[in-house]
């Protein structure tokens, strides 16, 4: 990761015209003659970053006609982790691949609950579709709503810098632009200012890859006649076959863990699945459960119990992510501090945190309450984790939408950080740890279905929406959440039975979506009651 001004500095002579860098010598179009009255640039093209495109162009055109709205994306195309690397071979770590998308990628949720609200997956759409599906509806959503006027490709935010105090300012954008022929090549890098910056640039991205003593020993050590041994984490991991007869063990039990366990459990000689102490193996995969890794030796992989395997070929961690925005952070920008194990929380920051779980502090998980900058000025979307995004992000948006529109809807600094005093204080008294379980919405108090209610109920509270007495998340969507595996199990047994026109056909508008979810629901449960349901599989973390 570089900035701009280590770039330039490094290499570049620098022709400055106006704000605008040239790097390439090519002129940029000129800055627009009439300054909008406000301008918002978005980070992202993600389930994120559309959403907060959409509400903010569905705002009242009177108040946002002459605004400016760009959303930098930097890969070729939207769609964010559903859209998958480049045609190639992948990067070696500590060069990160651009998605975690693997070819058998399916979603883990029945697709009518993961849309956008009235903006259904198209007529045919398997209920648990693949990820080329979810990708095409991101850009049929882009498309749809004639996002391109303000959708920048190939455009990488390198640094974010707020000029101003916590009353007015702006923000110094540092862009890179890649040439789309020759991906990673920058060939213009140009500054901007906007008024609004608003954060979407996902959270699947900066792999979290424990330390164990050993590993380098271990490594350097294959048995002569073997396969180079590996340890990979599973940004990285594409292809079962890569593991057709070697000796496995998967970290994890997460998204990211379960789906390597039920691939590469079936083609592995053998695969072990290394578990926390509160979790159980994937069911229905082959494998076979450990405790927690220990560390390594020459010959082998050494668990918790004192156990060990002589003969592993590969590791696979499924051991989730990190939240890190480079761009906020040093030494790109002062706004976000990044430490893993602050002495500051949301009472004490200077400066806006992450601990690699949780950023704080922020107002709902959505508005920075950094001391020296106001508070619509920075806004996040798509931080919560275990939620489905499209629902989530469109809730936080219209907050984010209204807000920019007239800051007034929120409450003083003074009482958003009460709020959140409180909201943390809330989760201890469950027993959880706010700055572990960060944006992971696990709380009781704090659920994602009622966090988006709460969030739209507050913009209805405002009078920035009509009070229509209906909570935004809706019944049916809500019950296919819920009855998520059920309908896994119903339909696994429609494809296994050839029935998926039988099915699928005549199912177009939101409503036949749910009906088609309710009624799958029944059938299944009707036939589970006959038959006997799975065995207890854990309630275990279905996402990451
Ligand atoms: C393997 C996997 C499977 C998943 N399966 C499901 C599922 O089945 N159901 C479900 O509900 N959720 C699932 N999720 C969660 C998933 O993350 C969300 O569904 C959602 O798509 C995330 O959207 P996002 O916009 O927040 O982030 P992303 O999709 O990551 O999009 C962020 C975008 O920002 C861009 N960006 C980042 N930094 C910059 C920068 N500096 N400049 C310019 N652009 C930048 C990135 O290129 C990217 O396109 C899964 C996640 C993973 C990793
Ligand atoms: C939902 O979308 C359909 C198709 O675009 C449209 O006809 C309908 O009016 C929309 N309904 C609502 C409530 O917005
Ligand atoms: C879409 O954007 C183009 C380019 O600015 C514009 O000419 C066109 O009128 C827009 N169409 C719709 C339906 O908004
Ligand atoms: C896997 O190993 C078995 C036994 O060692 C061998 O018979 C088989 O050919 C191997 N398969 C592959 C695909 O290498
Ligand atoms: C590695 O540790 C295991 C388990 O303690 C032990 O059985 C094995 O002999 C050790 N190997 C080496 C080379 O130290
Ligand atoms: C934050 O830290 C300060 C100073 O260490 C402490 O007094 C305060 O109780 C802490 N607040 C929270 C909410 O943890
Ligand atoms: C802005 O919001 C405040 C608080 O809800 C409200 O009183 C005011 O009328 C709003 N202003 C506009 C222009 O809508
Ligand atoms: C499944 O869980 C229920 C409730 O916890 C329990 O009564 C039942 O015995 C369990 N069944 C199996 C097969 O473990």
């Not at 998308?101 to 198209?122: A, E, G, K, Q, W």
Request: aromatic residues 10%; proline residues 9%; charged residues 20%.
């Amino acid at each position: 990761m570089v900035c701009l001004r280590q770039l330039l500095l490094l290499s570049l002579p620098l022709s400055t015209l106006g704000n605008v860098y040239d790097v390439s010598q090519t002129v940029l179009a000129p800055p627009p003659s009439k300054r909008p009255s406000k301008s918002i640039a978005i980070v992202g093209a993600g389930s994120g970053g559309l959403a907060i495109l959409k509400t903010i162009l569905d705002l009242p055109p009177d108040v946002r006609h002459d605004w400016e709205v760009i959303l930098y994306e930097q890969r070729r195309d939207v769609g964010g982790i559903w859209l998958p690397d480049p045609p190639g071979p992948l990067p070696h770590y500590p060069a990160l691949p651009e998605s975690p998308t693997y070819p058998l990628l399916r979603t883990n949720t029945p697709h009518p609950t993961m849309t956008y609200p009235n903006f259904t997956f198209p007529p045919g759409t398997p209920l648990f579709p693949t990820w080329d599906y979810v990708q095409r509806y991101h850009a049929a959503f882009a498309e749809h709503f004639n996002f391109s006027q303000h959708v920048r490709l190939h455009h990488r935010v390198e640094a974010a810098n707020w000029v101003g105090d916590a009353e007015e300012g702006e923000w110094e954008l540092e862009v890179h632009v890649e040439d789309p022929s020759e991906s990673g090549v920058p060939t213009k890098a140009f500054k901007r200012n906007f008024d609004h910056l608003v954060v979407a640039n996902g959270h699947n991205h900066y792999p979290n890859i424990p330390k164990w003593d050993g590993t380098n020993n271990w490594l350097a050590n294959t048995p002569a006649g073997t396969p180079q041994r590996e340890i990979i984490h599973s940004i990285y991991y594409r292809h079962p076959e890569r593991y057709t007869n070697r000796t496995v063990v998967i970290v994890g039990a997460g998204a990211s863990g379960r789906d390597a366990a039920l691939q590469v459990g079936k083609v592995a000689r053998v695969a072990y699945q290394s578990l926390n102490p509160a979790y159980e193996p994937t069911a229905g995969a082959h494998v076979i459960p450990k405790p927690r890794i220990a560390h390594f030796n020459r010959t082998s992989v050494v668990f918790e119990d004192g156990s060990a395997l002589h003969d592993v070929d590969a590791l696979i961690l499924g051991t989730g992510y990190e939240f890190r925005i480079p761009f906020l952070s040093a030494p790109c920008s002062s706004v976000l501090a990044v430490d893993k194990h602050p002495t500051a929380n949301s009472t004490t920051a200077r400066t806006l945190v992450t601990n690699l779980r949780y950023v704080f502090p922020l107002h709902r998980h959505i508005f920075s309450l950094h001391p020296g900058i106001p508070p619509t000025a920075l806004a996040f979307i798509g931080l919560p984790v275990l939620v489905a995004n499209c629902p989530s992000d469109m809730a936080q948006s219209l907050l984010v939408a209204h807000a920019i529109a007239n800051s007034s809807i929120l409450p003083s600094r003074e009482e958003m950080l009460r709020d959140l005093f409180a909201r943390e204080e809330k989760i201890r008294g469950e027993g959880l740890d706010p700055y572990y379980i960060g944006h992971r919405l696990v709380a009781e108090s704090e659920t994602d279905h009622d966090y988006q209610d709460a969030v739209v109920q507050y913009l209805k509270d405002v009078g920035a929406l009509p009070q229509d007495g209906k909570k935004y998340v809706e019944p049916w969507r809500r019950l296919g959440r819920q009855n998520s595996r059920l309908l896994g199990r119903a339909w696994e047994r429609v494809k296994q039975r050839g029935e998926e026109s039988k099915w699928l056909d005549g199912v177009r508008t939101e409503d036949e979506w749910a009906d088609l979810m309710s009624r799958l629901t029944e059938w299944q449960r009707i036939y589970e009651e006959k038959h006997g349901g799975p065995e207890n599989g854990s309630q275990s973390v279905w996402y990451l």
